[in-house]
């Protein structure tokens, strides 16, 4: 991409690198948003298991 954007002149460069951190960008936050996404659920999941796991205490 580098190499691409190094062959074109300076304002063209700047329109392409501009697009691309966007490209990037947008990516990113998708990811993220994914991964927090699975990781809260993942979380609920196991908390919810931890719970049925648990066995009940007796009082003494």
């Known amino acids: 991409m580098a190499r691409k954007i190094s062959n074109q002149d300076e304002e063209e460069q700047d329109e ?34 931890m719970h049925e796991a648990q066995p009940l205490e007796e009082e003494v």
């Not at 966007?22 to 979380?43: F, G």
């Open 16 to 49: 392409m690198s501009n697009k691309y951190l966007e490209e990037v960008k947008k990516n990113l936050l998708l990811k993220i948003t994914h991964y927090a996404k699975s990781d809260s659920s993942m979380r609920s999941e196991t908390s919810e298991d």
